[in-house]
């Protein structure tokens, strides 16, 4: 089934600690989106990447990292995790050319200790 | 500073009556708007958006208004089942920026849509 899939599906990890989140889409979409879910905000754009090579930042982009080396693959690097960044982490996709609306992975829920 | 704001956490409504969900925004810089649903453990799912140049779209179930005078949208569900039962966000982009800007969405808090049998 063509999607997104983003791993772990959960981590505890400790504050100081690196951590990668990843995200990987087989629908060929140019542009992928990190957001965190956090209760009474919303979802909230951490970075975002227009096309392979290209990178951006987002509303929330502070302690967070992103590559993008090919179309498919976005992991998110958390480089020294603090207690804030407990939350719920979403990848999305979509053809940022036209206005399809994005598709969302089933997230990643992270507890920073 | 919440550029997009649901302001009832929640709602709760009968099988078959109608559910309506309201979002207001602040940034006039907003044109296109959309509607998420999600499950628990779930991501977020499309369900309708609306561009700026309309003032209503349709969706089977689904109506999506639009009220740029009062920065207003709502979300009409009828009628209303059990499996709608979700947490709604509203979604906001300023698509003018360029073509790129569509997947760069400002979000609400959400509401969570209990459909009762």
């Known amino acids: 089934i063509a999607g997104i899939t983003q791993a772990p599906t959960s981590q505890i990890l400790a504050a100081g600690r690196r951590m990668t989140l990843r995200c990987t889409q087989d629908?060929?979409?140019?542009?992928m989106y990190w957001y965190r879910q956090d209760l009474g905000l919303g979802l909230r754009l951490i970075h975002y990447?227009?096309?392979?090579?290209?990178?951006g930042k987002g509303e929330v982009p502070d302690g967070y990292s992103v590559s993008r080396a090919n179309t498919d693959d976005f992991p998110l690097t958390l480089a020294s995790a603090v207690p804030s960044q407990t939350s719920v982490y979403f990848c999305?996709?979509?053809?940022?050319?036209?206005?399809?609306?994005?598709?969302f992975g089933n997230g990643t829920r992270l507890t920073v200790t | 500073d919440q550029q997009v704001k649901q302001n009832s956490p929640s709602l709760s409504v009968q099988e078959g009556r109608i559910s309506i969900l309201n979002c207001d925004y602040t940034?006039?810089?907003?044109?296109?708007f959309l509607w998420y649903k999600k499950y628990p453990a779930e991501g977020p799912t499309f369900l309708i958006s609306i561009s700026s140049i309309k003032d209503k779209n349709e969706d089977g179930r689904f109506t999506v208004f639009l009220n740029k005078s009062a920065k207003h949208l709502s979300l009409h569900i009828v009628p209303s089942q059990p499996g709608d039962s979700a947490v709604y966000f509203c979604a906001a982009s300023a698509t003018r920026a360029g073509g790129t800007s569509y997947g760069k969405l400002t979000f609400g808090q959400g509401t969570i849509l209990t459909v009762h049998p």
């Open positions: 990447s227009n096309t392979a090579g290209t990178t």
């Open positions: 629908m060929r979409h140019n542009a």
């Open positions: 999305a996709s979509s053809d940022s050319w036209t206005s399809s609306p994005l598709h």
């Open positions: 940034n006039s810089m907003f044109d296109y």
